[in-house]
């Protein structure tokens, strides 16, 4: 059958599916198609994410080698919440960390429209704003929460690449255009050290936690902890990344299958496999993690707590107006431990997004958007059953059902993690 290669022919695809059922013929079938996908002959090893453990074989930045050190530190600083000493209202003191808007049980995400750092309480979907204070004293954005998982296959970091200095920032202008990119380091390392003090953290309160300053002496040999405040930040950054570049969704189906393992995906899983790989989502959505490194317009609506007037994403960071509304291509695992979802949490449902790349009519329709949306922004023209079968297979095909792995035993300050307040530490079992 020749239609297999013809990776835009939909109606071929259908007779494809009807034909076989299977799942070693589908097996076989998704084969080729990923093979045809995988640019420059690297066929399925160019969708397969490394072991955690394999630490050559995961990106890096070179001004941060991945050490076992940096991670142990930095697993422990993304879920310590003795860090949040800085809350606009002292009565949230301690009380959060990275991991209450990044958490491993939800996919590295908040679970909610808006991630609620200080100034929250609870956990997970039922964290909410403390009804006692004013909203101007929450640690709130107003984008979706993007995942930190598989995050070392983007160099540059944030819905609009703004922090990084590699890959699609490269050039000098773009270098520039955020203070924090002084410090010549790739996105992931990047974030945290204004991260850190953005989200109302610093390090004063674990100095001197005798277990922390033997890990910054292993993970920093030569410029241990010093007590100056950007010196450390920036040690602390580069731990953070370092851990944050282990998180990876090697344990979900399509990996497994990807490894060998035929009978991972079920016949549905791999239908949509099929489909994904064969349509235009692979064209954007590539690589081990499923993302980009640019940035497309694909119409996704602006949060609707975004009283800025337009998100105008690369746009804003590039000034050049053909860049605006696009915005970085996301990873795609494990989104079903987390809704909603896109840059504005205007899809509430995996299955509506399907649906409506399916349509392809934006949700954004400003007039600017002529000639700015994808050419791969168009109908698909997918029956029902179709749409079922990648759903199935961005929900459950791409689930590592395993993240927790990635959570610390314990964190040194012995306080409740990732989040602290009252209401997150009943919930959590930590009375
Ligand atoms: C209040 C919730 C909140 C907290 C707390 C928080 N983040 Fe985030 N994080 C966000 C939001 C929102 C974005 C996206 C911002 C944007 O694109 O403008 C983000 C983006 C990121 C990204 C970039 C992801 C990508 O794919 O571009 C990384 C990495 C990250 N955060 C790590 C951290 C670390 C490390 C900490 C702790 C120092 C932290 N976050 C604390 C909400 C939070
Ligand atoms: C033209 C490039 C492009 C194509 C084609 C494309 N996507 Fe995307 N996708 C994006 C971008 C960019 C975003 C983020 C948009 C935003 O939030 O504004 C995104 C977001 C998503 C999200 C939401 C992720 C999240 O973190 O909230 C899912 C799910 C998704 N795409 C799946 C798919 C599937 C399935 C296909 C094929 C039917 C596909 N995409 C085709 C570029 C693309």
Redesign the pocket.
């Known amino acids: 059958m020749t239609c297999i290669i013809n990776i835009w022919d939909f109606n071929c695809g259908i007779a494809y599916a009807l034909k076989s059922e299977s799942t070693e013929v589908l097996s076989q079938e998704l084969k080729q198609i990923i093979k045809t996908a995988a640019p420059n002959n690297q066929g399925l090893n160019y969708f397969i994410l490394p072991e955690s453990s394999e630490l050559d074989k995961i990106p890096a930045d070179p001004q941060n080698p991945i050490t076992p050190a940096k991670i142990q530190l930095g697993q422990f600083l993304?879920h310590e919440t003795a860090l949040s000493i800085n809350p606009i209202n002292k009565k949230h003191w301690q009380q959060?960390?990275?991991a209450?808007?990044?958490l491993a049980q939800a996919g590295f995400r908040?679970n909610l429209a808006q991630?609620?750092?200080t100034g929250g309480l609870g956990w997970n979907k039922q964290r909410h704003r403390d009804p006692e204070v004013s909203p101007t004293e929450i640690?709130?954005?107003d984008?979706?929460?993007?995942?930190?998982l598989n995050?070392a296959y983007?160099e540059v970091?944030?819905?609009?690449g703004r922090l990084g200095v590699a890959g699609a920032n490269a050039k000098e202008e773009l270098i520039k255009s955020n203070d924090v990119n002084r410090y010549q380091l790739h996105?992931?390392e990047t974030?945290?050290i204004d991260?850190?003090a953005f989200?109302k953290?610093g390090l004063a309160a674990i100095a001197q936690i005798p277990e922390y300053q033997k890990l910054f002496a292993q993970a920093f040999p030569d410029r241990p902890y010093v007590g100056v405040q950007e010196e450390d930040n920036k040690r602390a950054a580069l731990a953070?990344a370092a851990y944050?570049r282990t998180l990876l969704a090697n344990q979900a189906p399509l990996q497994k299958w990807l490894k060998g393992d035929e009978k991972a995906m079920s016949a549905q899983e791999i239908k949509g496999a099929k489909i994904f790989f064969s349509s235009t989502c692979v064209q954007c959505h590539t690589g081990p993690a499923l993302s980009g490194k640019d940035f497309r317009a694909v119409g996704f609506a602006d949060h609707p707590n975004d009283f800025s007037g337009l998100n105008l994403g690369r746009g804003a960071v590039t000034k050049r107006p053909e860049d605006d509304f696009k915005f970085?291509v996301?990873q795609l695992y494990n989104l079903a431990d987390s809704s909603p979802y896109g840059?504005g949490a205007s899809f509430q449902t995996i299955r509506e997004i399907v649906e409506y790349l399916n349509k392809a009519e934006p949700q954004k329709l400003e007039a600017k958007y002529a000639g700015i949306l994808s050419p791969w922004f168009k109908p698909l023209h997918l029956n029902p059953e179709q749409v079922n079968d990648l759903t199935a297979f961005l929900e459950t095909g791409l689930r590592d059902p395993n993240l927790t792995r990635y959570l610390p035993k314990h964190i040194p300050s012995g306080l409740c993690f990732p989040n602290n307040d009252p209401e997150s530490r009943k919930q959590l079992g930590c009375n």
Do not use: A, R
């Open positions: 993304f959060s960390s990275c209450t808007c990044h908040p991630g609620l750092g640690d709130k954005q984008v979706l929460v993007p995942s930190v995050g983007q970091k944030m819905w609009d996105g992931l974030q945290p991260g850190l989200h953290m953070i944050e970085k996301p840059h």
